[in-house]
T-cell receptor, first 115, second 114 residues
């Protein structure tokens, strides 16, 4: 069964370092998303991406964050200069459709620990 | 501000018993309501999606209800199994042309004991 895959599963980094989280969405999907979940808290929307551009972003997604779809398969989230509060589980998701039947499929997540 | 509130925060049930989880939301414009199951440290997995016109939807031992007038939903788990131990998250979607924006509830953590 097709699935969303994410790498790395866990990354530890020093504050101020750049981090790139990678995602391979399901191949025929058109809409891509990043969400994050700080330990013990709700899942929060970061950004949605469609037609090679950001379609929506939350207030969390500030200038330190960027997304890219460098080729036909990968979808990356870059954090330019990590802060302690960026420590969280980051989930990539994709869907083939928007709208009422737009089932989102989530990856297993990348756990980021900022020291 | 769009919000999704769930209750209880956690519950413990004995294997084989039933339980019902509650979700209240204030999300506009409403597109659909989803229930996800999230095992610890894993990504959410969809259980059901309900649109405005649907009152009930089942997926095996999971039955979700939706009252769009009162903006409430419930998830009923029948004959619980140990593998049902997880967080159950209510998620409400606002549809925009370029994709769904999801508002997540805090989840209800269910522990099924033998």
């Amino acid at each position: 069964e097709p699935e969303v895959t994410q790498t790395p599963s866990h990354q530890v980094t020093q504050m101020g370092q750049e981090v790139i989280l990678r995602c391979v969405p399901i191949s025929n999907h058109l809409y891509f998303y990043w969400y994050r979940q700080i330990l013990g808290q709700k899942v929060e929307f970061l950004v949605s991406f469609y037609n090679n551009e950001i379609s929506e972003k939350s207030e969390i997604f500030d200038d330190q964050f960027s997304v890219e779809r460098p080729d036909g398969s990968n979808f990356t989230l870059k954090i330019r200069s990590t802060k302690l509060e960026d420590s969280a589980m980051y989930f990539c998701a994709s869907s083939i459709l928007a709208g009422e039947t737009g089932e989102l499929f989530f990856g297993e997540g990348s756990r980021l620990t900022v020291l | 501000k769009n919000q999704v509130e769930q209750s209880p925060q956690s519950l413990i049930i004995l294997e084989g018993k039933n339980c019902t989880l509650q979700c209240n939301y204030t999300v506009s414009p409403f597109s659909n309501l989803r229930w996800y199951k999230q095992d610890t440290g894993r990504g959410p997995v969809s259980l059901t999606i309900m649109t405005f016109s649907e009152n009930t939807k089942s997926n095996g031992r999971y039955t979700a209800t939706l009252d769009a007038d009162t903006k409430q939903s419930s998830l009923h788990i029948t004959a619980s199994q140990l593998s049902d131990s997880a967080s159950y998250i209510c998620v409400v979607s606002s549809f925009k042309a370029a994709g769904n924006k999801l508002t997540f509830g805090g989840g209800t953590r269910v522990l099924v004991k033998p």
